[in-house]
């Protein structure tokens, strides 16, 4: 369920920008942050699988997926990946969303781009070039011992938590 279309519509054009301006460091000067988002090929199962099976610190449900899983996924075009470069780094691909339908059934990022903030403009992005952001799309979050920097992923692109189901936005 999402709060207003408003919040949604913001963080998402800010994600279409694929450029994030943001303070960092005590010198607080300014850093570009690069994203580029893409629904995953074949040729990106490899990276795909070590993200989703690796990733727990920001994995918004924990779910690990079989490589025959991740394969049919990809080719039926339910993953989106997302490569993250600034002006010192190329990170490389960095995260992974699986939306099917109008449910993000996972989003997994590397913990080398946690700080970067770049996990609502992904999702914001996926969900705009899915074709989704405008029909309540849904996700949730399972609480694990070490995937706290998760949990506020949804909260922070204006989804609301559902009333009746724990853990689902």
Not at 49 to 60: A, G, I, P
Not at 154 to 167: D, K, L, P
């Amino acid at each position: 369920v999402v709060q207003g279309e408003l919040s949604l519509a913001q963080a998402t054009q800010q994600a279409a920008q694929t450029t994030l301006t943001q303070s960092q460091g005590a010198s607080q000067a300014a850093q570009t942050i690069r994203m580029a988002v893409h629904r995953s090929t074949a040729e990106e199962i490899e990276r795909v699988t070590e993200l989703l099976q690796r990733t727990n610190q920001f994995n918004t449900t924990l779910e690990r997926f079989s490589s025959t899983e991740i394969h049919d996924l990809v080719l039926a075009g339910s993953v989106w990946t997302l490569t993250v470069t600034d002006k010192f780094v190329n990170y490389g691909m960095v995260g992974v969303a699986v939306v099917e339908d109008t449910t993000i059934r996972i989003v997994a990022l590397s913990c080398r781009v946690i700080g970067l903030r770049v996990g609502g403009p992904f999702v914001a992005t996926v969900l705009r070039r899915a074709g989704v952001a405008g029909k309540q799309p849904r996700g949730s979050i399972v609480i694990g011992p070490r995937n706290e920097p998760a949990r506020t992923l949804y909260a922070e692109i204006g989804f609301v938590q559902h009333v009746s189901r724990e853990g689902w936005y």
